[in-house]
């Protein structure tokens, strides 16, 4: 018999069963009693300590009534439900009695009589279900009651020091000059030095997620050559970088490559100028190279630049129509679409004519040293703290992606490989088109990790003075700026970023995974 329904439906003869004394049921009601008296105890003191303590903001005064009106109303609901539904509270489970109903009174007996039957239904207290519901609806009221304290605690304080709790400031002027920042004066406001330092860290980001990509797919298939030497010098690679920490692997190449490395010096007082390689027969630059400052040649735009990008975005246009109609021709006919040729060459010739036609939107710009000797103009330059940021992040986050290929690419079934091997497909035709496909299903997870440490950690370019967001944030605080609103945009600006590359990964990665039918 599992409920009291069953047990009153065999009309059995109740009148054996003893009766819960009286004692009893009292001592269950005091039970219950003293249970509501603590949480009712508990409700008034919380609220009467946040009015004592003259909260009034909204959230301290929701939390008070919480305690005072919702958490008792909870418990009373509780212990009505479960007398209602199996005739059982809190109080009369502690003493061992239950309220049955035989189909003609109710009576209050005594749990351990073996004729008494269990309830078919757990009380709400023990409710599995309504233990999880309790446990997420007090780890939500736990923890928004912890950030409210911490917050609390801020406000109190900074009104303690006199530090303004708005974001007005950033309208103020900087009052510091950024490195490299052409453009930017001293009177530029906050926000606007904060931007540039945004852009220097996308910068960053990009170029050394890109070395990271590179270089470790071609040091993690590396490790897995034939070849012993070609092999050994993967793993000591891997096993070198990735066991010392990323800041020293960034100073050390600002250090041995740039301040104290092999490339000249550039003081003017002392008459040492970069070194700057220039074209046979020529006076332009190709390359511009000192130990602070490294210059390449770069495309600078003239007249009719956004016209030739709309006419690009139309090559683009019928390229993706002649893509279309080699598929269809070669789906009709057999033959092969070569499609890739056909769209690259068509996209290239309208390219190409527009350039032409248009009398060349962009040309050249070379880099060379200004008459006073003191900077570089013309071309691309960039200084020697992005140089060894992005070099150390990025060799330093490649000894991870080349563990993350080797594994994927060990990953995939042994046939694989030998399938390939069967067609007589050659060593790179069998990772470009059987293994490496299979294998990066497997690794774009852990990659999205590494492409996030290595934009966080493009934080520690402070170390080498590069101007990313987090040196231009510390500098404003180091002037007396406001410092938890700057922490709290540099966190805001970190996840952003983190969660957008995350995104587009995760999109692309759920692109290429195979499709159940």
Known sequence: MNSTAEFASTQADLTAVPSAPPSRRVLALMADLLILALVGVISVWQFGLRLLDGYSDIPELALAWLFTVAVPVAIVAIVVIDAVRIGQTPGMA????????????????????????????PALWRDVRI?????????????VALIRWMFHNLIVRMDEIGLPKGFGFLDSPYGVALRDAHGFDVRDPVWRGLLIGLQNTIVASVVGIFIATVVGLFVGIARLSSNWLVAKGASLYVESLRNIPPLVVIIFFGAALFTFGPFPAWAV?????????????????????????????????????????????????????????????????????????????????????????????????????????????????????????????????????????????LAVPKGQTEAATSVALKSSQRYRHVVLPQAQRIAIPPYISECANLIKNTSLGLAVAYPDLFLVAVTAWGINFPAP?????IMIVYLTINLLVSALLNMYNRSIQLKER
């Open 131 to 143: 233990l999880r519901l309790a446990a997420q609806l007090l780890a939500v009221i736990v923890v």
């Open 485 to 489: 609103q700057l922490i709290l945009i």
């Open 269 to 409: 007082s002392r008459g040492s100028f970069p070194w700057q390689g220039r074209w046979p027969g020529s006076e332009s630059n190709w390359i511009i190279v000192s130990a602070e400052r490294w210059a390449i040649p770069s495309l600078g735009s003239n007249d009719n630049v956004g016209l030739f990008w709309l006419l690009v975005l139309a090559a683009a246009v019928v390229a993706v129509g002649v893509w279309v109609w080699r598929t269809r021709y070669s789906d009709a006919t057999g033959i092969p679409h070569h499609r890739v040729l056909w769209s690259l060459g068509v996209f290239a010739v309208i390219a190409v004519a527009c350039f032409a036609a248009l009398g060349g939107p962009y040309s050249w710009s070379w880099p060379a040293v200004s008459e006073n000797g003191r900077r570089v103009v013309g071309g691309f330059s960039t200084n020697s703290g992005y140089m060894a940021l992005t070099l150390g992040l990025g060799l330093y986050t490649a000894s991870f992606v080349a563990e993350i290929i080797r594994g994927s690419i």
């Open 94 to 121: 502690a003493i061992g009695i239950r309220a049955v109903h035989d189909g003609t009174a109710k009576r209050v007996l005594p749990t351990g009589d073996p004729r008494v039957p269990e309830p078919g239904i």
